[in-house]
Each structure stands twice: as structure tokens, then as C-alpha cells.
């Protein structure tokens, strides 16, 4: 057992930041000491915080205050020295840069963990920084092509792992559809749902493209939007769901901190993305709860649902082939339930915070000795 720092000092609650915290979380529960390192009053530090975890909290910008920067490389130093820090995992690239300043010739090794969509940044002194780096974890293949070809590593020794979930609080025994009547849904209704952030990017309209032909064809559907504006606004999405003449079957429950009882509403999940998705919690989190899932082969997404096991995956930006999988999926003998129940083995076995936790510290013991 050691004591693991998970790096991230992002300013949102991004994908990035649920890696490390769910990571941390799943090495804790595993008897690990682990600290989140986090920016001073961000979403991560918080959750971290809610999580029960050891948190340290970090601050400082060379571009803006130089000085104050190289105080705090000190700081993380001797916290680490001071705390018998085994390993630091960085999951940006502010963070790479700031942990390996900061134990320059300390004897602490630093593992890279990157599930950023956009390829890293390669100029001499990128390529310095990753060959100091003890170890690089990817989130996906697509990922782990951007360092194999853009630094040369071969690619055994970069190390894919998905991520994982919470599959006691993600759990195939959660109450069920506990929204559909305050929804005004129909009981005999298949409800499909699309999560996510209102972004071109996750597909909105390729899904009410889809679901309008559905509709068309099948009277008993019924559509559920949960998100938030981002690149689009709600109104944007709306009038997707008019345009499709689906306006009057499509709930709009906006942003769900806790979106348990939205999945359990579900009959399918719909995931529609033709980027991003390097690291896709919405696709285990629909697993981890039994739900069947509809999802474009985008990054990491084949990697996570299994076509015709846990789900069905379509060619990203196709609403042809999404429509053809809702309907396969709405007319199945079971609605699709089988395909719920093996995702959710699938999680258990492969991408519960155990799992997610041991492939890691696997990882961790080559890179440490020990």
C-alpha cells in the first residue's frame, strides 16, 4: 500500500476531473492513501471533499504570478516528501508540468493519465516532460495513438484503462420510474433518453432526426432530454424535438444533479455523439443500472458498450442506423432487458471502482517496484 496523489486542476467538473476522482475514490475503498490535488475552489476539489477524501488544494499560474508558482512547486515538494507520497498521477498538462517541477530529482515518480480528446502538444519540451514520466495511462485507443505517434512510445507500454463507476450507487436495483408520472409519460410508453450537454457535438439532432422517423412508425415513444447550454441552448434543442414533430412526446428536465431517477425512467439509453466521449461516464452509468444502450462508435464508446451484449452501436452521425437500433431495440421481445442485464455484469466485472482501481495500481506497482 502506498499514498497515490490524483492531479487535477481543472476549473469545471469536467471528464478529466471524474476520472481522477472516481480513481481516488476506488483506491481508497481499496485501502490506499490518496489525496485529490485539486485548484483552489473548484468542482473537483469540492467533490472530492463530498467524497470523503483527502484533498490538497492547489493554486498558482507561472504566467500570472511567476513567484507565487515557484512558492508552490516548494509546497507540493515537501508535501509530498513530508507525506511519504509514493507516486504522483497528473491527469492535464498544467498539472504534468507543475508535479514534475515540483519533484525534480525527489525520487517520486509521475505516472501522465490523459483523456483529453484534443492530441497533446508536441515540441521539444513536451517530449523532455514524457521522458521523465514514469508511465501514461490513456481513457481510450483513440488517446493512446496520439502519444504512441506524436512521441514515439511504443504502444505496450501506454496502458488503456476506460475508467469506472459506482455500481453500489449506479445500482440495477434503483426504484424505477420514479419521473415518468411527473412527467405526464404514458405507462405503456419506451422512453428513450439522451444526457448530456447541449453541444453540436453530442448529436442532438442526429437523435431527433431519428426520432421522428420512429415516432412516425411507432406511436408508443416517448423522448426524455436532460442537459445543460453550452454551444447550444435549450431553445436550440427544442426546436430540434418541433422540427422532428416530436415536440409534444419530448420531456425537457434540464441539468440532474443526481440522474438516478432519470435513467430509471429509462427504457434506453441514447448516446449520440459524433466527438468528444474519450471518456464516457453516461455509457456506464446507463450499465451500471441495467439499461440498454444505443450508442455512435465514437473513441471510447466500442470499448464500453459491447454491440448486441450490453447494447447496440451505430456509425457516429448516421440517424438511419440510430433509427433502425431504436426500433430493434423498442420491438425486441424484451424491450432490451437482457441487454441491461449483461451490461451491468459487464460492469461489475470489468469497470466497477474495483476493477477500475486494480488495473491501476497495477499499473502504479511496475512503475514503483513495489
Known sequence: MGHYVQAVTVRWYNACAYYAVTLAQGLALGGHRVTVAAGTGTPALKTADEKGLDTLSVSGSASHDPIGYFRELRRLRSFALDNNVSLVNVHNGSDHLQWALALRGAGIP?????????????????RYLM????????????????????????????HVIQGGVDSDFFSDD???NRLR?????????????????????????????????LASRRHGTWFVVSGWDAQLREAHIRAMASDAGVLKRTSFIGYQQDIRDLIGSLDAGVIASTGSETICRIAMEYMAMGVPVIAADTNVIP?????GESGI??????????ESAMEQLMTSGNGG?????RGRKIIETEFSLESFASRTYDIYRGVTGG
Open 131 to 158: 521522458k521523465k514520466t514514469a508511465g501514461v495511462i490513456t481513457s481510450c485507443n483513440t488517446i493512446r495513438e496520439y502519444y504512441a505517434e506524436g512521441f514515439g512510445i511504443d504502444r505496450s507500454r501506454i
Open 181 to 213: 408520472k411527473a412527467l405526464g409519460i404514458p405507462d405503456d410508453a419506451f422512453v428513450f433518453g439522451i444526457i448530456g450537454r447541449f453541444s453540436p457535438v453530442k448529436g442532438h439532432r442526429y437523435f431527433f432526426k431519428a426520432a421522428g422517423i
Open 110 to 126: 509521475v505516472v501522465r493519465t490523459s483523456g483529453n480528446q484534443i492530441p497533446p502538444k508536441v515540441h521539444p519540451g513536451s
Open 174 to 176: 434503483y426504484p424505477r
Open 337 to 341: 432487458k437482457s441487454l441491461g442485464q
Open 313 to 322: 452501436v451505430v456509425p457516429a452521425g448516421s440517424h438511419e442506423a440510430l
Open 303 to 307: 470499448e464500453i458498450v459491447r454491440h
